[in-house]
């Protein structure tokens, strides 16, 4: 048993309560290996925001448990070599799919855990999220769970259709299971193709896709039934066009590739969201950079010559999420 305590990480509490108070949303970006954790910790630790690092069931099978766990221990003493003199680093499991997967992230030191039973009915999806959330509180580790469907493929969560979050569930679900934060589905979606071209309308100055808008009446009916609960989205990258582009110049084929746009998450990061994940515009920012180098670069096979330069371009755009479109900066001094 590893208290996260021990770790130097911090649990979601304070941080959410703190961002829905002052109107700002904590940055959860996830990560499967170094460069991108370096990225996301010299962002933090660069502008004081408190952040929280995901690791999908997917990210356990590619890059291992327990090497995970060490590397976010190693994130926070790096963390205070950068300055950060009090670093707040959450470890947080995304979308767990089983009370064994949560009950061995928080025995390995997590400070987080989602319990997904989005795809369950009802009754099943709250008996689940009661039985993590009654064992994770023992250890003061807090819970994500989850209402609504996101459409899109993340890892192993995949569903054709999103179903937004019916607003009279949510007093039931938060009272009856104890979790600490609630992802709800206003139509954001995983993954790079977040709308089918049909879904979008086209600009038709520069021929690109503008996806609908984000299911803001929802968003407001949830947060008068719950006032200052802390509300999560999911999905919520912007897949930039000009990191697509580069990809596309390059070799690449993202054809369509559309996200949510900066401004709506703005919005969103306003309101009771408190916690918003971004994984797929880290995906776009490293291999649109390797990308690059190896057609300017054919002859470089150094992984540092080409993973050094995926690695700045991340944590740029890491700083930019953070500052100019989640508010997080400063929080965190
Ligand atoms: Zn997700």
Not at 243 to 263: R, S, Y
Not at 294 to 300: L, T, Y
Request: with cysteine; proline share 5%; net charge negative.
């Amino acid at each position: 048993m590893v208290n996260y305590k021990d770790l130097g990480l911090v649990n979601t509490k304070d941080m959410f309560a703190k961002a829905v108070k002052g109107g700002y949303a904590i940055p959860a970006f996830n990560f499967n290996n170094m460069e991108q954790l370096q990225a996301i910790i010299m962002a933090a630790a660069e502008t004081k925001s408190p952040v929280i690092l995901q690791v999908s069931k997917g990210a356990r099978n590619y890059a291992n448990q327990t090497l995970l766990r060490y590397m976010a221990e190693g994130a926070v003493a790096y963390a205070k070599e950068l300055g950060w003199e009090k670093p707040q680093i959450c470890l947080h499991l995304d979308h767990g799919d089983s009370f064994e997967l949560c009950k061995s992230c928080v025995d390995m030191g997590f400070s987080s855990v989602m319990i997904d039973g989005s795809s369950l009915p009802y009754d099943e999806n709250v008996a689940l999220t009661k039985k993590v959330c009654d064992y994770a509180h023992q250890h003061d580790v807090t819970v994500e769970g989850e209402l609504g469907v996101l459409a899109g493929v993340e890892d192993e969560v995949a569903s054709e259709e999103s179903h937004y979050t019916k607003p009279e569930e949510v007093i039931d679900f938060t009272s009856k299971t104890g979790v600490d934060s609630l992802a709800i589905s206003i139509g954001t979606s995983h993954g790079a193709y977040k709308f089918k071209p049909e879904q979008c309308t086209r600009d038709p100055k520069t021929g690109k896709l503008v996806p609908p808008p984000l299911a803001f009446d929802v968003l407001a009916e949830i947060e008068k039934k719950l006032p200052g609960f802390p509300i999560v989205l999911h999905g919520s990258s912007s897949v930039p066009q000009d990191e697509v582009d580069t990809i596309n110049k390059f070799g690449g084929k993202l054809p369509d590739a559309v996200g949510i746009p900066e401004e709506q998450l703005r919005q969103a990061a306003k309101s009771a969201v408190c916690k918003i994940n971004i994984d797929s515009d880290s995906r776009l920012a490293m291999t649109a950079a390797i990308r690059q180098t190896f057609a300017e670069k054919p002859g470089e096979f150094d992984p540092r010559k080409y993973l050094g330069p995926a690695r700045d371009n991340m944590k740029k755009m890491y700083m930019h999420k953070i500052i100019n479109v989640l508010g997080s900066d400063g929080k965190a001094c």
